[in-house]
């Protein structure tokens, strides 16, 4: 069974960063593509940052294309996102989603109707003084 876990999320200060992973378990994360959302309240989730199978695609929305990284360890099944410079607007619980497995050169989605195998639960993340 496929299953994802996020983690880092926390109440930070606007300017700070944080990490966030998403952990595999049940699959190897490096047959899969990663893609990372975020909902705020009261608005409909939007994709953020992706990556593919190979690490030869990754897309970053524009909105924080400047601040946001994301990379992968698959020795330790994670795929992470940095946030660098957080603002309140990007206060939201933030879930990551798996695609595959992949063969070498498809790409990452960051469309949330697209039927990923599998979802996280979250991690929330507020920025806040």
């Known amino acids: 069974q496929l299953r994802l876990v996020e983690s880092g999320g926390a109440v930070v200060q606007p300017g700070g960063s944080l990490r966030l992973s998403c952990t595999a378990s049940?699959?190897?994360?490096?047959?899969?593509?990663i893609s990372w959302f975020r909902q705020a309240p009261g608005k409909e989730r939007e994709g953020v940052s992706c990556?593919?199978?190979?690490?030869?695609?990754?897309i970053t929305v524009d909105s924080v294309k400047e601040r946001f990284t994301i990379s992968r360890d698959n020795a330790k099944n994670t795929v992470y996102l940095q946030m660098n410079s957080l603002n309140p607007d990007d206060t939201g619980v933030y879930y990551c989603?798996?695609?595959?497995?992949?063969?070498?050169?498809?790409?990452?989605?960051?469309?949330?109707?697209?039927?990923?195998?599998?979802w996280g639960q979250g991690t929330q993340v507020t920025v806040s003084s």
């Open positions: 989603a798996a695609d595959g497995p992949q063969g070498p050169w498809q790409p990452c989605y960051l469309q949330k109707t697209y039927e990923f195998g599998a």
């Open positions: 049940g699959f190897n994360i490096d047959d899969y593509a």
């Open positions: 990556i593919s199978k190979t690490d030869t695609i990754s």
